[in-house]
């Protein structure tokens, strides 16, 4: 499920803008996901924890900026 969630976030960067941000953080989500099929494929909790905190910390800039 969670690589789902990601492959979408993946799917609604609009990678025409003219920032960085969009390339960034596809590469932050391509990240994310391999990590994810590593965890899963070696049965490592280190994995998820690791994305689990990556979400919570882009959850937390994206909440900052709705203030």
Same mark, same amino acid.
């Given at each position: 499920?969670?690589?789902?969630?990601?492959?979408?976030?993946?799917?609604?960067?609009?990678? &025409?803008?003219?920032? $960085?941000?969009?390339?960034? +953080?596809?590469? #932050?989500?391509?990240?994310?996901?391999?990590?994810?099929?590593?965890?899963?494929?070696?049965?490592?909790? &280190?994995?998820?924890? $690791?994305?689990?905190?990556? +979400?919570?910390? #882009?959850?937390?800039?994206?909440?900052?900026?709705?203030?």
């Amino acid at each position: 499920r969670a690589l789902n969630i990601i492959s979408g976030l993946r799917d609604s960067l609009n990678r &025409e803008e003219s920032s $960085e941000l969009p390339y960034d +953080l596809d590469r #932050l989500y391509e990240y994310m996901q391999r990590r994810l099929l590593e965890a899963h494929a070696q049965n490592q909790a &280190e994995g998820l924890t $690791e994305v689990s905190e990556l +979400l919570r910390t #882009l959850k937390s800039g994206w909440d900052a900026i709705s203030d």
